[in-house]
């Protein structure tokens, strides 16, 4: 809920908005002077009070790129007081900073879509069933009573140790009420459910199982990146990708890299 993306025309995410919450101490230290008076004022008698900031990072449209400074990079990094709308503070970056990993992101959205969204129906349905086994576990550990009518001198009690008085001559008792259930259907089913979520989640091709020769590892693990190759794209186009060119660079800008 606190950030929010877009597209680029390549269908990257292009620009990111970030809402951030600072106290007026912290404001001050990162933006200083670029703060309203009236913030600056308030951190010397409130410096713990929070306010809200906006990050936006998106291409920036003119820029010279002949000046090296903050202000001509190709990417626009705007730090902006929510309340006031004002920017405190303007500066950019050489390439992208952000790297957001999506994993399916069908035409026409810009929010990508996790695996756990096709099996959503099944986690809900397991989650119900938990539920129903413990509505039973509970049912006949602790059942419902049948009481027959002026038979016990004071309200039945179920707890521990309790003493319940009748009348003597009553030829009736409290007994338990039966109910028809069968945990092992119960169980059979749950135990489908987390079978389907565990797939769903790609888990069975994550996990490594011990192989009788390296031979039949490797074709294993082939055939587990084929059928994980939908998801792995995205992750590299939109994740991995961007992450590797930007650390790159900045080791490049700053002499970390040997020449060709």
Same mark, same amino acid.
């Given at each position: 809920?606190?950030?929010?993306?877009?597209?680029?025309?390549?269908?990257?995410?292009?620009?990111?908005?970030?809402?951030?919450?600072?106290?007026?101490?912290?404001?001050?230290?990162?933006?200083?002077?670029?703060?309203?008076?009236?913030?600056?004022?308030?951190?010397?008698?409130?410096?713990?009070?929070?306010?809200?900031?906006?990050?936006?990072?998106?291409?920036?449209?003119?820029?010279?790129?002949?000046?090296?400074?903050?202000?001509?990079?190709?990417?626009?990094?705007?730090?902006?007081?929510?309340?006031?709308?004002?920017?405190?503070?303007?500066?950019?970056?050489?390439?992208?900073?952000?790297?957001?990993?999506? #994993? &399916?992101?069908?035409?026409?959205? %810009?929010?990508?879509?996790?695996?756990?969204?096709? $099996?959503?129906? =099944?986690? +809900?349905?397991?989650?119900?069933?938990?539920?129903?086994?413990?509505?039973?576990?509970?049912?006949?550990?602790?059942?419902?009573?049948?009481?027959?009518?002026?038979?016990?001198?004071?309200?039945?009690?179920?707890?521990?140790?309790?003493?319940?008085?009748?009348?003597?001559?009553?030829?009736?008792?409290?007994?338990?009420?039966?109910?028809?259930?069968?945990?092992?259907?119960?169980?059979?089913? #749950? &135990?489908?459910?987390?079978?389907? %979520?565990?797939?769903?989640?790609?888990?069975?091709? $994550?996990?490594? =199982?011990? +192989?009788?020769?390296?031979?039949?590892?490797?074709?294993?693990?082939?055939?587990?990146?084929?059928?994980?190759?939908?998801?792995?794209?995205?992750?590299?186009?939109?994740?991995?990708?961007?992450?590797?060119?930007?650390?790159?660079?900045?080791?490049?800008?700053?002499?970390?890299?040997?020449?060709?």
């Amino acid at each position: 809920k606190d950030l929010f993306v877009l597209n680029d025309v390549y269908g990257g995410v292009g620009e990111v908005y970030r809402t951030v919450v600072l106290t007026d101490e912290q404001a001050v230290s990162l933006f200083g002077y670029g703060l309203d008076q009236s913030v600056l004022d308030d951190a010397k008698e409130n410096p713990l009070k929070e306010r809200t900031y906006i990050h936006a990072v998106l291409p920036r449209a003119v820029y010279d790129p002949n000046q090296h400074d903050k202000l001509n990079m190709p990417v626009a990094s705007y730090w902006i007081d929510y309340q006031s709308r004002k920017v405190v503070n303007e500066s950019g970056f050489e390439e992208f900073p952000y790297s957001i990993g999506r #994993i &399916n992101v069908p035409a026409g959205y %810009v929010y990508g879509f996790s695996p756990a969204m096709n $099996i959503r129906h =099944t986690i +809900k349905s397991l989650n119900k069933l938990m539920k129903q086994k413990l509505n039973a576990g509970d049912l006949a550990l602790t059942p419902a009573m049948n009481v027959p009518l002026d038979t016990y001198v004071n309200p039945l009690s179920l707890k521990h140790a309790a003493l319940n008085y009748h009348e003597p001559d009553s030829p009736y008792r409290a007994e338990p009420m039966h109910t028809v259930g069968n945990f092992q259907i119960n169980t059979e089913t #749950i &135990n489908d459910a987390r079978t389907q %979520v565990r797939q769903g989640m790609l888990i069975d091709l $994550i996990e490594q =199982t011990n +192989k009788d020769n390296s031979y039949q590892a490797m074709q294993e693990q082939l055939l587990q990146l084929k059928l994980m190759s939908p998801w792995q794209g995205g992750l590299e186009k939109h994740f991995l990708k961007p992450l590797v060119i930007r650390v790159f660079n900045i080791l490049l800008r700053r002499g970390g890299i040997l020449p060709e």
